[in-house]
């Protein structure tokens, strides 16, 4: 059914904000197509719902709003010419970002994009009679709940709607939370729970409750000293995470990377996520983000490399050092992976194109890659890809080694392209035609081991239950068997070590901010990062939707300290 989604795209057409405001739109829809059966109309009425997630999910979207606002990620002024674009990731890690900043003003358009799709389908799917019609409505509703949420997280309200010529109800506060509870509850008995990650699912849909309660205090009152988590709430974090892990859907993989790997569809840890099949026009940017320009993981494509993106802080990197204590963090099997053997033996230099893959997780020192010269990769005598140590040619430093250094920073030398420790944790599609497009890896919302971890918090931040906490820490670590050493057990438990934990579990996966500020840190102080105004735990409203809004005053107030 899912590629009858697929295949009915291109008739869906495509959907226009006219205002950001509002979420007037208009829409060509599958069902002014004549010929199609209510079934096809369906389909192609519910595609676009989901459409926009991979551009929401993109590498300067939420991506960089949720991870380089934090202290797990840092992307300077590389060389003094790449990746200024007038300071935007300079100022968003320092907590100093605008209201023109056109990646937040991005990341509230397409929500508010995700939210009109929704109610437009909603608006649809009831004059259309098929049995799948019920469900869908349900998806589509819990779908308006989800892009809802995230405004919420990011921006401090939702947008309430339901006729799409009328004007939106804006919601703050307790009244937002409130509003996306109930309708993720309304929708629950309706959904199935067919464990297909690219879709809302009963399951998805407790994961986000679960994420919605452990969050509450946070959104209910967003500038507090010290949160509130009511022990209702945590009851309710635990109650439905428990649904997920008792369901018997889901298993902990034992391979962390195969999580990320681009074939992760069917991975069996995954409950929600943003579908990247070929066939779905996906991409490869969180392949490509963060890797040099002189690093190609492809055979197939001497064009393809790397943008000298964001590296993880010094900050982050010495949390795993510090976890590790006299051993180095690559013992844990989430942190790397090594898959080209050059790395351990420099003689193997020859590896045929189908064995080339690039290493993963948290890169450090030298790399080693695919030659390239003169736009073509360099070939053994047997007609194998030659690989060897890198050099920064791309960026015409031919004599600079791609040799990724802890230390990063806002300064010349710390700014340089071969600064930082870099992250290569969702794997490049071969199915793609140019590299970079096509990206098959399904990008993680949410995942098992995340029930594990909320439940954990939940039973910490009620009445201090260590012990519980725990076991549901180390069920997590205990199951990444793939590669010998398991990470080991932890013998005690509190809220910082959780945090840290999270950061290992979680890390470039866009839950950083969220965890930072529930956790009291996001004013904390790491690498170029000083800021402690706790107004900055959002981001503005973007000044063309306050502008948009002037003929209603009073309507879109923008967000305090902006």
């Not at 829809?29 to 010929?35: F, L, R």
């Not at 990646?103 to 098929?130: E, Y």
């Amino acid at each position: 059914m899912k590629k009858k989604l697929t295949s009915t795209l291109a008739l869906a057409g495509l959907l226009f904000i006219s205002s950001c405001t509002n979420l007037a739109e208009k829409v060509l829809d599958e069902a002014s197509v004549s010929g199609l059966s209510d079934r096809q109309a369906a389909d192609g009425i519910l595609t676009p719902v989901y459409a926009r997630l991979p551009d929401l999910y993109n590498h300067t979207t939420y991506f960089a709003l949720q991870e380089i606002s934090t202290d797990e990620a840092i992307l300077p002024y590389r060389g003094g010419t790449d990746w200024g674009d007038n300071g935007i990731y300079l100022s968003l890690h320092q907590h100093t970002t605008t209201s023109t900043d056109p990646n937040v003003r991005s990341a509230w358009l397409l929500a508010l994009q995700g939210i009109s799709r929704s109610i437009t389908a909603l608006n649809t799917l009831p004059t259309l009679n098929d049995p799948t019609t019920k469900p869908y409505i349900a998806e589509a509703r819990g779908m308006r709940a989800f892009y809802n949420m995230m405004l919420l997280d990011m921006f401090g309200l939702a947008f309430v709607k339901e006729d799409v010529n009328a004007t939106s109800i804006i919601l703050r506060g307790n009244d937002a939370v409130e509003y996306i509870k109930k309708e993720l509850l309304a929708i629950e008995p309706d959904l199935t729970n067919v464990t297909d990650p690219g879709r809302l699912s009963k399951n998805a849909v407790y994961g986000l409750l679960a994420r919605l309660y452990l969050n509450a205090a946070v959104y209910r009152d967003r500038y507090a000293t010290a949160l509130t988590f009511k022990p209702e709430d945590m009851d309710k974090v635990v109650e439905y995470t428990d649904k997920i892990i008792n369901s018997g859907q889901y298993q902990l993989a034992p391979e962390y990377f195969s999580l990320f790997d681009s074939d992760n569809h069917t991975n069996k840890e995954i409950v929600f996520a943003v579908d990247q099949r070929a066939e779905l026009n996906g991409h490869n940017r969180l392949a490509y983000f963060s890797l040099s320009g002189d690093q190609f993981p492809l055979p197939a494509f001497p064009a393809a490399n790397g943008t000298d993106g964001p590296a993880i802080t010094p900050d982050f990197y010495r949390s795993w050092v510090d976890a590790n204590v006299t051993k180095d963090p690559s013992a844990d099997p989430r942190f790397y992976k090594q898959n080209l053997s050059i790395y351990s033996n420099p003689g193997d230099s020859c590896v045929s194109a189908s064995d080339f893959n690039i290493n993963r997780g948290i890169l450090r020192g030298q790399q080693y890659g695919l030659l390239r010269v003169n736009g073509a990769f360099v070939k053994c005598a047997n007609g194998n890809y030659k690989v060897g140590k890198l050099f920064n040619v791309t960026r015409n430093r031919p004599t600079l080694a791609v040799n990724f250094t802890e230390q990063i920073d806002y300064t010349v030398p710390g700014s340089d392209y071969n600064t930082g420790y870099r992250v290569e944790k969702y794997e490049f599609s071969k199915k793609s035609t140019s590299g970079r497009n096509l990206g098959e890896a399904d990008i993680v919302i949410f995942r098992a081991a995340d029930a594990y971890l909320m439940r954990a918090e939940a039973k910490l931040r009620k009445g201090g239950d260590a012990a519980a906490a725990l076991a549901d820490v180390n069920t997590v670590r205990a199951s990444r068997t793939a590669r010998k050493p398991a990470p080991i057990a932890l013998t005690t438990m509190n809220l910082d070590l959780l945090l840290r934990e999270r950061g290992f579990e979680f890390y470039w996966e866009s839950q950083r901010r969220t965890d930072l500020i529930r956790f009291g840190k996001y004013e904390g102080t790491w690498t170029e990062k000083t800021n402690a105004d706790p107004k900055k735990r959002l981001f503005p409203i973007p000044q063309t939707a306050i502008d948009g809004a002037s003929n209603l005053p009073g309507y879109l107030v923008q967000n305090d300290g902006y």
